[in-house]
């Protein structure tokens, strides 16, 4: 019997830690700290978006909006404007920031 119940706790345990979700890669971004440039005024397939500077990635990214709760008016702001962020790639060839928080600094 006491087999048979180390046996449950045993698969109950490796059950719950393979079921568990783990992060995908593409939201890795976590706290990261960003420059909002403004809108990007080229005209391509990927380009006329707000373009945002994030620490630790070597080419800026564009994105479309930002979270409802964040405060920032981008319509009426000085830029660059300084923020800190949480953020996730698209996986799309344009690669664009999708903002889940941010709060200017």
């Known amino acids: 019997?006491?087999?048979a119940n180390l046996l449950l706790a045993l698969t109950l345990?490796?059950?719950?830690?393979?079921?568990c979700k783990s992060d995908?890669?593409?939201?890795?971004?976590?706290?990261?700290?960003?420059l909002i440039f403004g809108l990007d005024s080229a005209t391509c397939g990927?380009?006329?978006?707000?373009?945002i500077e994030i620490d630790g990635e070597l080419n800026p990214h564009q994105f479309l909006v930002l979270p409802d709760n964040s405060g920032i008016d981008l319509y009426n702001a000085e830029?660059?404007?300084?923020?800190?962020?949480?953020?996730?790639e698209t996986p799309s060839d344009c690669k664009f920031a999708i903002i889940s928080e941010i709060v200017a600094n």
């Open 24 to 34: 995908d890669e593409n939201t890795k971004y976590v706290d990261s700290v960003g």
């Open 79 to 88: 830029f660059p404007i300084s923020v800190t962020l949480n953020w996730t």
């Open 46 to 51: 990927c380009c006329g978006n707000w373009i």
């Open 13 to 19: 345990l490796l059950t719950i830690s393979f079921s």
């Open 1 to 3: 019997m006491k087999i």
